[in-house]
């Protein structure tokens, strides 16, 4: 809201885990006018009850939802792409299987190339390489750090 004067009608675009991060995106984003586009690998959905608590929220508010394994579609057009941790605590034990799973979710300018030409980038830390490469999260494009600081406000 604060880089693009508000929310309703944005596109949003997951890209990684089916995690607690997401199920809050899931939870407000039709409330708030943005569509949402996920993308996580099979296996690392989002919670189902969440999903339909979505879709229900999706129809009732006029907002677009897609699931999909596929980065690159839910990519496409996206004015703000977000990851988060692949790995979070106690999953580190899942280390090895969870990067295999993940193979090709990494956030990169060639993901980029599918967004909005507006697009920009999201991640509420810490970040891994494995997640968004540099280029991409030392971009201009990128508001982690402004992100950052509008979460400290929160806690």
């Known amino acids: 809201q604060e880089h693009y004067g508000g929310l309703r009608g944005l596109t949003m675009a997951w890209i990684g885990d089916g995690n607690n991060v997401l199920h809050s995106f899931m939870a407000s984003a039709a409330k708030l006018g943005v569509h949402l586009r996920i993308a996580t ?13 979505t879709e229900q929220h999706s129809r009732e508010y006029g907002t677009k939802l897609l699931l999909t394994r596929d980065p690159l579609e839910a990519a496409d057009s ?11 605590m106690g999953q580190e034990e899942e280390k090895k299987e969870r990067l295999k799973a993940f193979q090709g979710y990494q956030i990169t300018m060639q993901t980029a190339k599918s967004a909005a030409s507006n697009w920009t980038f999201l991640h ?20 982690v750090f402004q992100e950052a600081e509008n979460r400290k406000w929160t806690i």
């Open 124 to 143: 509420c830390l810490p970040r891994k390489p494995e997640e968004v490469d540099d280029e991409v999260f030392y971009s201009p494009q990128s508001l």
């Open 41 to 53: 690998p099979r296996g690392f959905e989002p919670d189902l009850r969440i999903t339909k608590i």
């Open 78 to 88: 996206a004015n703000v792409l977000v990851t988060d941790t692949w790995i979070s």
